[in-house]
């Protein structure tokens, strides 16, 4: 166990819905990172929270959005999903100040049919 | 052009051998740079990282960074069965500030 909680393992819904992923970051890591896992695309990073406030954004989609609660959870809701959004979504935390790594939840798999 | 550019594989090995992952990338910016492990279906897990450029040693592992080359390295001595899963470079640094740039991953099965 990583200490990087993600809810829930598995989801598959239809083509036009919304889901919510959620994230609990390991004790005491302020950073919350967000990223998507397709076999043709690799880890692609879509959006970092500290301390609630967003810091940084990658090749997320305007359909998709997340933020951070006062508890630190983050959520990463994703809508008018399509069939390519079929992919493996990563949450992982990191600890504030000096680099020294991320690291990852167990992932989300979400299936769009 | 990727950034961070990785073999795929498979590579394909037994057991004992010396394994050697390897990944080029493009921004001479990057600073920190990473190998991550990552089992089928699992989260990837962080084995190691270094700064900038030289050597890293942890147990069986060695990570390697030629900043000159832009050419980063992971070897693994007597490679086991349990070393089998996909292995993703990542680096950070300058305008990406924490954000990590993954390669995309290289399968390796080592064999019994």
């Known amino acids: 166990d990583s200490g990087v909680t993600q809810t829930p393992k598995h989801l598959i819904t239809a083509t036009g819905q919304r889901v919510t992923l959620r994230c609990s970051p390991r004790?005491?890591?302020?950073?919350v990172y967000w990223y998507q896992q397709s076999l043709d695309q690799g880890l692609q990073f879509l959006i970092h929270y500290y301390n609630g406030e967003e810091r940084a954004k990658g090749n997320i989609l305007e359909r998709f959005s997340a933020q951070q609660f006062p508890d630190l959870h983050s959520e990463l809701n994703l809508s008018s999903l399509e069939l390519g959004d079929s992919a493996l979504y990563f949450c992982a935390s990191s600890l504030p100040g000096a680099w020294n790594g991320y690291t990852f939840g167990s992932g989300t798999r979400l299936t769009v049919v | 052009q990727k950034e961070v550019e990785q073999d795929p594989g498979p590579l394909s090995v037994p057991e004992g051998a010396i394994v050697s992952l390897n990944c080029t990338y493009s921004?001479?910016?990057?600073?920190?740079f990473m190998w991550y492990r990552q089992y089928s279906r699992k989260g990837p897990e962080l084995l190691m990282y270094t700064y900038s450029s030289g050597n890293k040693e942890d147990g069986r592992f060695t990570a390697q960074v030629d900043k000159s080359s832009k050419y980063i390295s992971l070897f693994i001595r007597d490679s086991q069965p349990s070393d089998s899963a996909t292995y993703l470079c990542a680096m950070s640094g300058g305008n990406a500030g924490n954000m990590l740039t993954f390669g995309g991953g290289t399968r390796l099965m080592v064999k019994p």
């Open positions: 004790s005491g890591d302020l950073s």
């Open positions: 921004n001479s910016a990057f600073q920190y």
